[in-house]
């Protein structure tokens, strides 16, 4: 825990990222929502791991929020927190 937040990591699979460009618009966009600490882009992996505010969000929210502000690529993951860690 980092300055009273429950920190969480949550990976999310990520298809259609096409260039370092869009990589970088996606890690700003993903940074100004509330309750993200930090994004990291896979693109062996095809993954976006997010560490995030587990009492701000949760990997759905995250999910809807992104899709909802980011056209391309798509995200793919499980909405039960399976692929997520609270720490």
């Known amino acids: 825990m980092t ?3 429950r920190e969480a990591t949550a990976v999310l699979k990520l298809t259609g990222m096409s260039d370092s460009g869009q990589a970088q618009r996606f890690r700003r966009t993903a ?3 509330d309750g993200i600490l930090r994004v990291d882009i896979n693109y062996i992996l ?3 791991t997010v560490k995030y505010d587990a009492d ?3 990997p759905a929210q995250i ?3 992104l899709a909802l502000r980011i056209h391309a690529p798509v995200i793919h ?3 039960s927190g ?3 860690k609270v720490k």
């Open 3 to 5: 300055n009273g937040k």
């Open 31 to 33: 940074a100004r929502l």
């Open 46 to 48: 095809d993954s976006v």
């Open 56 to 58: 701000k969000l949760t």
């Open 63 to 65: 999910k809807k929020k």
């Open 77 to 79: 993951g499980s909405d």
């Open 82 to 84: 399976e692929n997520s």
